[in-house]
């Protein structure tokens, strides 16, 4: 049986890299953004169709693409935007182009301070 407070205990003594804290927070947050503008889409009738997002997983899709390399592949199956979202791929293939110009828009609005 797993210990618990030893594995906690293990895992606060681990140096953080500051950076790649930052990088995968930032990817999570990508994740999330995208996630909610598709939902705004979809509820707003430019989404015809279905939508199955995945608000919640962004943390374990982020790290899931983490330690891949470029040229790896990946096959998400169900709710897997999030995935690609990571991995850096762009809104227009994604969406096709008219949707993604508006989440770019959209996404980019809320980065701003």
Request: hydrophobic share 45%; aromatic share 8%.
């Amino acid at each position: 049986m797993v210990n618990v407070k030893e594995l906690l205990t293990v895992a606060k003594s681990l140096p953080v890299d500051p950076e790649l804290f930052r990088k995968l927070f930032r990817q999570i947050l990508e994740v999330r953004m995208f996630e909610e503008e598709t939902i705004q889409l979809f509820h707003s009738a430019k989404i015809i169709g279905y939508l199955h997002p995945s608000i919640g997983n962004e943390a374990a899709e982020v790290g899931a693409t983490a330690g891949l390399a470029k040229a790896d592949i990946i096959f998400p199956t169900h709710r897997g935007h999030g995935f690609f979202v990571a991995r850096g791929a762009s809104f227009e293939k994604l969406m096709g182009a008219p949707i993604s110009a508006v989440m770019s828009s959209a996404i980019s609005r809320r980065r701003s301070p």
